[in-house]
Nanobody, 119 residues
């Protein structure tokens, strides 16, 4: 069982930056692929970024590539999402999620943190 708690959301002006954190419980954090997703009002949840267990491989949605950076610290059981050059269309609730490398679906989800980008 893994419990995920996001933090770091807030209100920022367009062009600004935020860093989201996701703290995970459990001693097997390093076994999991970690991902960030987001859901804007009236829209479906969408993939943002993911990182493999070692941090050696990262994946991004085209909409955030070059602006967002995902990283992890397995010693701290934490995954981060550094968001730069934020745009109003980045406004959403951001969720972190975890899955085993052998699985396709993310099995554990956090409660989400709100990010609002004003124009």
């Amino acid at each position: 069982q893994v419990q995920l708690v996001e933090s770091g959301g807030g209100l920022v002006q367009a062009g600004g930056s935020l860093r989201l954190s996701c703290a995970a419980s459990g001693r097997t954090f390093s076994s999991y692929v970690m991902g960030w997703f987001r859901q804007a009002p009236g829209k479906e949840r969408e993939f943002v970024a993911a990182i493999n267990w070692s941090g050696g491989s990262t994946y991004y949605a085209d909409s955030v590539k070059g602006r967002f950076t995902i990283s992890r610290d397995n010693a701290k059981n934490t995954v981060y999402l550094q968001m730069n050059s934020l745009k109003p269309e980045d406004t959403a609730v951001y969720y972190c999620a975890a899955r085993l490398d052998s699985e396709i679906e993310y099995r554990y989800w956090g409660q989400g943190t709100q990010v609002t980008v004003s124009s």
